[in-house]
């Protein structure tokens, strides 16, 4: 299977800043990779797809980028509904792999 | 869109058999690829597999010896069957539609406990 490295694990940060996360592929998925932002008790949300896609009534905020191995997720000014856990996966090769996770606390 | 809802037992013992069912509202099961997902206490998520309308499935090869899934498209749910479980299976268990392109919408998850 793909294997996801994303890094890193956790994060502390303020309300305004720029805060970068990212994920790196064993093997090149092209740019088959999405983002999700989890908050405690509730399901995943898609934010970003195909690695540069931005899900309706997600805020601009959150951008994505890369292509093969190496991909960014950004949110450009942390805002306090930001705070949560993030998560890539790859959907280029079965079995769908995620990453292990950032957590974006209050610093 | 379409919404799924998880549900079953919340307490499975060891070396039973865990039973879920996801139901599917707002839209019926098709062509698409109908998933179930779990995520242990303080990991992240990992893909179980998934199941079309036809009956085809594919497993996580993790998984493969203890899964199966099935598919009621008469009742619009899809269900998975996990056996022997044991304590390293206690998660919250997710069901999701894979579109070719996104994984989403997710279910809100049913919480299984593996315990005697």
């Known amino acids: 299977a793909i294997q996801v490295t994303q890094s890193p694990s956790s994060l502390s940060a303020s309300v305004g800043d720029r805060v970068t996360i990212t994920c790196r592929a064993s093997?090149?998925?092209?740019?088959?990779l999405a983002w999700y932002q989890q908050k405690p008790g509730k399901a995943p949300k898609l934010l970003i797809s195909?690695?540069?896609t931005i899900q309706g009534g997600v805020s601009s905020r959150f951008s994505g980028s890369g292509s093969g191995t190496d991909f960014t997720l950004i949110i450009s000014s942390l805002q306090p509904e930001d705070f949560a856990t993030y998560y890539c996966l790859q959907d280029h090769i079965f079995p769908w792999t995620f990453g292990q996770g950032t957590k974006v606390e209050v610093k | 869109q379409v919404q799924l809802q998880e549900s079953g037992p919340g307490l499975v013992k060891p070396s039973e058999t865990l039973s879920l069912t996801c139901s599917v509202s707002g839209g019926s099961i098709n062509s698409d690829y109908w998933s179930w997902i779990r995520q242990p206490p303080g990991k992240g998520p990992e893909l179980i597999g998934y199941i079309q309308e036809s009956g085809r499935a594919n497993y996580n090869p993790s998984l493969k010896s203890r899964v199966s899934m099935s598919v009621d498209t008469s009742q619009n749910h899809f269900s998975l069957r996990l056996t022997s479980v044991t304590a390293s299976d206690t998660a919250v268990y997710y069901c999701?539609?894979?579109?070719?392109?996104?994984?989403?919408?997710w279910g809100q998850g049913t919480q299984v406990i593996v315990s005697s």
């Open positions: 093997q090149g998925i092209r740019t088959d």
């Open positions: 999701a539609v894979y579109d070719g392109h996104n994984l989403d919408p």
């Open positions: 195909d690695a540069v």
